[in-house]
């Protein structure tokens, strides 16, 4: 009798781990680090204080002092121009968690499961933005209640939308570079006012930047947040394009208007990048 047997199948050996599919990894990391930085409603409300403070009491403030702006009164003027300082200061206090997250939080264990290591700095980036768009249509919202004057079309809402969103993920980009790059919470934030409160007075925010001397008007024209207020009051004041001619000098509002939303957006992808490499180069020191 022949007894016939049948080759048993070798046993596969586990490989590495592929990576979490983006769009369920980013939707999961997302919604971990919006449950970090707003835990209670109280979290939530306070931040929400500062576009409110800024729109009943500072910009009306400014527009009993301020200078005369071409074809709009300051106070609209002003009150976008706040959004020029809550941004920036929004994008990077947001950077404060990644550096919590480092010392002290779930990073270790984010860093060895299986997900794209870039995921976690877009989930940081998507939660920011969804904080600073709100503060900004409290901003925005407020300052309507209190009296600005706004004269807001669909292209003109456009730009606006373009222009913030942009500014949001560019200072993200450096927020998340500067956390990855210093050793502590103090080291961050003493790096914070220098870079998101100092170019808001050189930047137009309030007054024009014709007003500067010579070389620091040349330099805030290179300044990234000098287009996105231009572009900003360019959507939001009935197309006034004063601040837009003050950089490019130009008679076609349209074209201004593109060429400053192209600096920004280049500004924001540029930072992002650079986000998203020193993440990387951070995480396997």
């Known amino acids: 009798m022949t007894t016939i047997t049948a080759p048993v199948p070798a046993t596969a050996r586990p490989g590495p781990m592929a990576p979490a599919p983006p769009r369920g990894a980013l939707g999961v990391l997302a919604r971990r680090r919006f449950a970090l930085s707003v835990r209670t409603p109280r979290e939530l409300l306070v931040p929400l204080l500062a576009p409110v403070m800024f729109a009943l009491v500072i910009a009306p403030a400014l527009d009993s002092i301020g200078p005369t702006v071409p074809g709009v009164d300051y106070m609209s003027s002003a009150a976008v121009g706040i959004a020029g300082l809550l941004i920036p200061l929004n994008a990077m206090f947001a950077g404060i968690g990644a550096v919590v997250d480092r010392e002290g939080g779930a990073r270790p264990d984010l860093l060895a499961a299986p997900v794209s290591r870039p995921l976690l700095v877009l989930a940081n980036l998507v939660v920011a933005l969804a904080t600073t768009t709100l503060q900004v249509a409290v901003l925005i919202g407020a300052s309507v209640l209190r009296g600005a004057e706004l004269d807001v079309s669909a292209s003109g809402l456009a730009w606006f939308v373009g222009a913030a969103a942009a500014l949001a993920v560019a200072m993200y980009g450096v927020a998340e570079t500067i956390a990855n790059k210093v050793g502590s919470v103090e080291d961050f934030t003493a790096a914070l006012p220098g870079i998101a409160i100092v170019p808001f007075f ?33 959507g939001l004041l009935g197309g006034n394009s004063s601040g837009l001619y003050d950089i490019w000098g130009m008679s076609n509002a349209t074209a201004m208007a593109a060429l400053s939303l192209a600096v920004v957006v280049a500004f924001a992808t540029v930072m992002t990048l650079v986000a998203v490499r020193v993440f990387r180069r951070s995480a396997v020191q």
């Open 202 to 234: 050189f930047a137009g925010s309030l007054f024009p930047i014709s007003a500067l001397p010579t070389a620091l008007t040349a330099v805030a024209k290179v300044v990234p947040l000098t287009h996105a207020l231009a572009l900003m009051r360019y």
